[in-house]
């Protein structure tokens, strides 16, 4: 695959989105059913990971938010301790959702065990002090090797005890865990990384995986984070964020989308694309934004086409680079970078003559690793 393909690739997906005219009457229903579960879920998901004011919280939930979602381990732990605090005495007008421990920066050798999960979700339930979960997803599992059968048994039995309401997974490669979700009947959701760069390949496994019955909640959706303090050149047009948020919510493989909400200002943003249309004038503007895209971006989509001879984690390592630039989130960045083991984190980088990775969009895979280290070693 090369980047010119995977441009075809997206001009074709973003054609088949419904033509809307900007002066249309905006839809009324911002209420999806999620899958084959039964939960009515805001098409916008209140994604906590950045967020640190209660008020943020309070406020999505008095605008008609009524979906939330957060991690064990964001924020150091604390983060779902913030968002129970926030929506408590709300239990019964919400949709609480929950991650397990990101298991992303440890060897893939090491894998969670039924204990380590259950453990896990006991402390998230009282974090965020409910009884139970509306969603229980294991995190961050880019291949069916990572997870465990004793971790699904487990899942199974906490769903039996009433601690869970419904399971699902968190991936950035969907196409390499569509056909594993498929062949299970414990996973019922997915929050996967797709937004209007992805190509046919995703295209397609999110229709295959949402065709089937499977809720699909569409993370990253800003691609890179757009709303950054120093977004790409082809992204300071105004309404580009509001596009893609759009694009997303617009695509009928996907029930929601969750993102990070940091201020009132992005919430308000994210709730107004619950209800606006996806206009032609905003389907040029992705379109070409597209153009300049493909070099900028690493889309962590696990196929990278050959191998570090050195053996770096290249997704994790550009996801470091994601989280301190793009987010805005420095010490999440480095954070996160400084748990990778010290000989894989590309400072050797440079000594190579030539790089063995080449992604399939055009990214300089070895300018991006060099660039990482230098900001976070």
């Not at 939330?68 to 408590?88: I, M, P, V």
């Not at 301190?324 to 590309?346: C, I, S, T």
């Amino acid at each position: 695959m090369n980047f010119r393909s995977s441009r075809r690739g997206f001009l074709s997906s973003i054609a088949a989105l419904p033509v809307v005219d900007a002066l249309a009457t905006v839809p009324a229903n911002r209420y999806v059913t999620l899958g084959r579960t039964s939960l009515k879920i805001t098409k916008f998901v209140f994604g906590s990971m950045i967020t640190s004011d209660q008020a943020v919280i309070q406020r999505a939930f008095d605008m008609g938010v009524n979906c939330f979602t957060t991690a064990r381990d964001y924020q150091g732990g604390n983060n779902e301790r913030l968002l129970g605090s926030a929506l408590k005495g709300k239990r019964d007008k919400i949709i609480l959702c929950t991650e397990s421990i990101d298991m992303m920066w440890r060897p893939k050798t090491e894998k969670e065990t039924a204990e380590y999960v259950l453990n896990n979700l006991d402390t998230s339930l009282r974090e965020l002090q409910t009884d139970y979960v509306d969603v229980f997803f294991l995190h961050q599992k880019n291949e069916p090797s990572w997870i465990p059968e004793d971790v699904v048994e487990a899942l199974r039995t906490a769903k039996k005890q009433g601690k869970i309401r419904h399971v699902g997974l968190t991936t950035h490669t969907l196409p390499k865990m569509a056909d594993y979700i498929l062949a299970s009947d414990l996973w019922e959701a997915v929050i996967t990384m797709y937004n209007f760069t992805m190509d046919s390949e995703m295209h397609a496994a999110a229709k295959k995986v949402h065709d089937a019955g499977i809720g699909v909640i569409a993370m990253k959706v800003l691609a890179g984070g757009l709303r950054s303090r120093n977004p790409l050149p082809q992204f300071k047009q105004a309404g580009a964020v509001l596009a893609a948020l759009k694009w997303a919510m617009n695509n009928p493989s996907v029930d929601a989308v969750v993102t990070s909400v940091k201020d009132v200002e992005q919430l308000e943003q994210n709730v107004g694309a619950m209800t606006e249309p996806f206009t032609d004038r905003e389907r040029q503007l992705l379109a070409a934004a597209f153009e300049q895209f493909g070099p900028d971006y690493c889309r962590m989509c696990g196929r990278c086409e050959g191998t570090c001879s050195k053996g770096l984690p290249i997704p994790e390592i550009l996801r470091c680079r994601m989280y301190a630039e793009d987010y805005g989130q420095f010490a999440m960045g480095r954070g996160k970078f400084l748990e990778l083991p010290p000989g894989l984190r590309g400072g050797s980088c440079s000594d190579c003559s030539g790089c063995s990775v080449r992604c399939a969009y055009g990214l300089n895979v070895a300018e991006k690793v060099r660039h990482t280290h230098q900001l976070l070693a």
